[in-house]
């Protein structure tokens, strides 16, 4: 394999509509990447579909659970699928093209110029770059932001951003196996272990577009989890002197 490898891994939960898009996009990039999916044994056809691609088995692979066991266990999955081979670059990007593949190259090519491990793709560094949310779900995204400062003090605007690319040394020094968060905290948790190894993390600024397609998978108790969750990993991380060991 290529030194500089890079793995994209998404999970999936009922995207047959968007991740035929989602590929073409990704691999006319013309990057040196495979993508990994996680698929949550989908109802409509997603796993069939990416299984059907020519490139399936070559540039796209494809991990089948037999049931919805959350993104923190997917992008776990992924990860050590990708960590057992020689894979340089690791992206997290949602299924759904909300994370535009457009912004992959620029993420890169950022973390290579720094001496950052970590790159994440910000809604919130030039005012708020995200289309067609209701203000609700705008308000409580921002506000969900500003409480992990508050508790978690960690230099990052956007700590609940999905779209991240991790370099592989930066990926091997957390402990996946204990991650403890399933839903939106895991972003939150990735970014904190990082953190706490010393580990530089920087933004790059991004447009977040609504789903056009399907809908969200995500609950308001995952919502509620997150914001318990916080709460537990700073304190896990005042008290346990290994929680962040590997
Ligand atoms: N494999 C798997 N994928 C999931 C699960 N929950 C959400 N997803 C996927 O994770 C990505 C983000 O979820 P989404 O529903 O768009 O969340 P939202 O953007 O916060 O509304 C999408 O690609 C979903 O299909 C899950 O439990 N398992
Ligand atoms: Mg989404």
New binding site residues.
């Given amino acids: 394999m290529e030194k500089e490898k890079i793995l994209i891994v998404?999970?999936?939960?009922?995207?047959r509509e968007n991740i035929p898009r989602l590929i073409k996009s990704v691999l006319a990039l013309g990057l040196d990447l495979d993508i990994m999916f996680?698929?949550?044994n989908s109802t409509d056809g997603t796993a069939e579909f990416i299984k059907s691609c020519p490139e399936y088995g070559k540039q796209l692979f494809l991990i089948e659970?037999p049931g919805?066991?959350?993104?923190g266990t997917?992008y776990v999955d992924g990860f050590l699928w990708g960590l057992a081979k020689e894979y340089k670059y690791f992206f997290e990007m949602?299924?759904?093209m909300?994370h535009s593949p457009e912004y992959v190259p620029g993420m890169l090519q950022y973390l290579k110029r720094s001496n950052a491990g970590c790159v994440v793709g910000s809604r919130y560094v030039n005012g708020v770059s995200v289309i067609n949310w209701p203000l609700l779900r705008l308000i409580i995204s921002y506000f969900a932001n500003v409480y992990v400062k508050l508790i978690l003090n960690m230099p990052v605007i956007d700590s609940t951003s999905?779209f991240v690319v991790y370099d592989r040394d930066a990926l091997s020094s957390i402990p996946l196996q204990r991650v403890l968060s399933n839903g939106y905290s895991f972003q939150i948790e990735m970014k904190f272990r990082l953190y706490k190894k010393h580990t530089r993390i920087i933004e790059f600024p991004i447009i977040f577009y609504e789903?056009v397609s399907g809908r969200?998978?995500?609950s308001k108790k995952v919502t509620l989890e997150a914001f318990f969750k916080v709460v537990f990993i700073k304190l896990l991380s005042l008290l346990s002197l290994t929680w962040n060991l590997k």
Avoid: F
Wanted: aromatic share 0%.
């Fill in positions: 998404i999970p999936t939960l009922n995207e996680i698929d949550d659970r919805k066991l959350g993104l997917a949602d299924g759904d909300s999905g789903r969200s998978k995500l």
